[in-house]
């Protein structure tokens, strides 16, 4: 195989991967859009947003900006909910759905 | 911690209904393990959250697979609790009243089969959220409007079985819908209304075909599962105006009440007027703490700060004004000139036409666009436990008054703050008490349980029922409506024998129990 034509390969792969992450993205994205914002948007009407700015301060109010959230507590912060925030099920996200959310949400890798 | 069982049922029945189930299902959409069946337990109960824990799930993803899980679940005589999208909190969640009951969640079932522009409606499946409807509405470019209650991840039939009201124009749930389709206990399909004709065309217009109307018999009920149901929507206004009265004395409850009901007698006010008591509105905007941290309920003194920072009055009358601009400016000229005779009062009115941005929550609300900022509530207290207790009334400032005193007094008697909310239709209210405790606070949840009872019993004695309550309280709520010795009740337990005589579906909803479970003295 002539280099070029390894390097190709290589960059199909890129392209490939880099496509599987965009739409791991889009899905977390749209899982967000759908079951968290109405809570956790940039907004003063959003009770999560409204709860953890009183709770943990101003910085930490907006979850989507934060980057010191963990797989591991996202993952716990869905399936067993906290407080005023309920658990949500298998059948509203799915467990790939959930992997595509904490992908979208964790900032720090 | 061994699994509490319905009555009748064995561990290895339960097992075996399961496995049934995922043949039809598959193999992920049926499980009784810990995790599966602690999440349906409801997330605000007063008290362990493991009290009303289901046995375990069964989720189909079409009426075919929900016929073929009832059929089972009949045979071998497992119950079942039906939920569209599990979100009555504040009721119970998506939790069965007993213990080991399996929850058959229809979440799954979420298409919206059909929207039609000309008459104006939606027929969906269970599992479609107000949420869901609205993006649906919106990717399609069609013109309609919703009526949405608080909750936007709550279903269009899950809120309309249970009677629920939005803050739309055809604001009552349940009034403005029609072509329910019921799965019955043995599995068989039934179509109420028009829809009962094969070729009937008119099945998703009104509500009654022929004889004895049927469809409110699967509200608030346990007789069947309803697997499709019309919503009449609104066509988008011309002109859609957002009306506030803001009263800054708690004494101008009774003239709010008076001087509005005239026009939603005459229909100028076609959705609920929401009047509001300040400690709600805070709760939406705020949590308790950032104005008072002692025990007790909010002192005058405080709920006067708060008051005059969020600029809110004692009583917060909103209401929406729907049309065209001439009808709409003149409904508004003369409710303006009804109302300037109640002293203290500020009105605000903001106006929107088609294509305009809804940024303001109430504004939203009242045209259909789905949310979740009433949820800022319950972390009123920091820890997020919520319940409601919701009589009804007659739409007059008497009665307003008379209930309101009642609640207040007792509901600060045992400490707490006093949340509330007046839904007026034309001519009664449903008076919405949203109490709200520390879930990790035993004692306030034992306070807030002998709170409701004391409510119940006493607003009872006034002539005030509940329109719907929490799971703990069916039973008490339904002895409450005791005419003639519980003729209602007792019509309803006639019912239940005779359509489901296996008392399979949802044991002792709306107090209703199966025979077998009264015989052991339910
Ligand atoms: C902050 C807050 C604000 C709220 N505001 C409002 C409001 O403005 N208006 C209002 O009405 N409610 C309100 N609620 C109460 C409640 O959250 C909503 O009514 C919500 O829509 C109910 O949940 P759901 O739609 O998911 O119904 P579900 O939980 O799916 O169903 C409720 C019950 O109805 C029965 N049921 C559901 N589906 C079926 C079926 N297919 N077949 C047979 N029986 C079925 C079951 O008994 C079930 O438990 C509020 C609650 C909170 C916490």
């Known amino acids: 195989m002539t280099l070029n034509a390894k390097l190709l390969l290589l960059l199909l792969g890129c392209l490939v991967i880099s496509g599987q992450v965009a739409a791991e993205n889009s899905t977390g994205r749209k899982v967000f859009g759908q079951w968290c914002s109405a809570c956790h948007m940039d907004s003063p009407f ?5 709860q953890l700015k009183q709770t943990h301060g101003p910085e930490y109010a907006v979850i989507q900006n934060r980057a010191d959230l963990t797989d591991a507590f996202i993952r716990l912060l869905v399936r067993q909910g906290r407080a005023g925030m309920p658990k949500f099920r298998r059948t509203e996200i799915s467990d790939a759905e959930l992997d595509s959310l904490v992908k979208y949400l964790v900032k720090s890798q | 911690m061994k699994l509490p069982l319905p009555l009748g049922v064995s561990e290895r029945t339960l097992e075996r209904a399961i496995g049934e189930f995922k043949k039809i299902v598959g193999e992920q959409w049926a499980s009784s393990t810990q995790v599966d069946r602690e999440s349906y337990n409801d997330a605000y109960n007063p008290g362990d959250p493991l009290e009303f824990v289901a046995g375990g799930f069964v989720a189909p993803a079409s009426v075919e697979e929900v016929q073929a899980v009832v059929k089972i679940a009949n045979r071998l005589r497992v119950p079942y609790w039906p939920m569209s999208t599990g979100k009555n909190l504040a009721y119970g969640g998506a939790a069965p009243l007993v213990p080991g009951t399996l929850v058959l969640d229809l979440k799954r079932m979420n298409q919206v089969l059909e929207v039609n522009d000309d008459l104006a409606y939606a027929l969906v499946e269970p599992g479609v959220s107000f949420f869901d409807l609205f993006r649906y509405l919106k990717e399609n470019g069609h013109k309609l409007w919703m009526s949405v209650p608080g909750p936007g991840w709550g279903s269009i039939i899950g809120n309309g079985v249970e009677r629920g009201i939005g803050y739309g124009y055809f604001d009552d749930q349940f009034a403005n819908s029609a072509g329910m389709e019921i799965i019955l206990p043995d599995g068989e399909m039934l179509r109420a209304g028009m ?4 070729n009937g065309n008119s099945g998703s217009l009104i509500q009654a075909g022929f004889g004895p109307l049927v469809e409110g018999l699967f509200t608030q009920s346990n007789y069947g599962v309803v697997t499709k149901m019309a919503r009449y929507l609104y066509p988008e206004p011309q002109t859609y105006m957002s009306c506030e009265i803001n009263c800054r004395s708690d004494a101008g409850l009774e003239m709010l009440v008076e001087t509005l009901r005239p026009f939603k007698m005459d229909e100028t006010i076609r959705n609920p007027v929401v009047i509001s008591n300040l400690e709600l509105i805070a709760s939406f905007l705020s949590v308790r703490s950032q104005w008072y941290q002692g025990d007790g309920p909010m002192p005058e003194d405080r709920l006067a700060i708060v008051q ?7 009583w917060n009358a909103s209401f929406g004004l729907f049309g065209n601009e001439e009808k709409v400016n003149d409904s508004w000229a ?7 005779v109640i002293k203290d009062t500020e009105l605000h009115e903001r106006v929107y036409h088609p294509g305009d941005e809804i940024l303001h929550p109430r504004d939203q609300s009242q045209a259909g666009v789905p949310s979740l900022n009433e949820f800022g509530l319950v972390n009123w207290m920091g820890s997020g436990g919520h319940i409601d207790f919701s009589p009804v009334g007659p739409m007059t400032g008497k009665n307003a008054r008379e209930l309101y005193r009642l609640i207040r007094r ?22 919405i008490n949203t109490l709200v405790f520390r879930k990790d606070d035993k004692s306030e949840m034992k306070k807030v349980r002998e709170l409701f009872s004391v409510l119940i019993r006493e607003s009872a004695a006034l002539g005030y029922g509940e329109y719907r309550t929490h799971l703990a309280y069916m039973d008490s709520v339904a002895r409450s409506y005791d ?3 519980n003729a209602m009740l007792r019509f309803q337990q006639t019912l239940k024998d005779a359509i489901d005589p296996n008392g399979v579906v949802a044991p002792g909803k709306s107090g209703i129990w199966p025979r077998s479970y009264r015989e052991q003295g339910k």
């Open chain 1, 46 to 50: 959003a009770p999560g947003t409204i």
């Open chain 2, 195 to 198: 829809g009962a004709m094969a």
């Open chain 2, 308 to 314: 005059e920072k969020l600029a809110l009055g004692r």
């Open chain 2, 334 to 340: 003369r409710i303006k000139q009804a109302v300037a």
């Open chain 2, 410 to 431: 007792r509901v600060h008697e045992y400490g707490f703050d006093h949340l509330c909310g007046f839904y007026c239709q034309s001519r009664a209210f449903r008076l």
């Open chain 2, 483 to 485: 005419f003639n010795n």
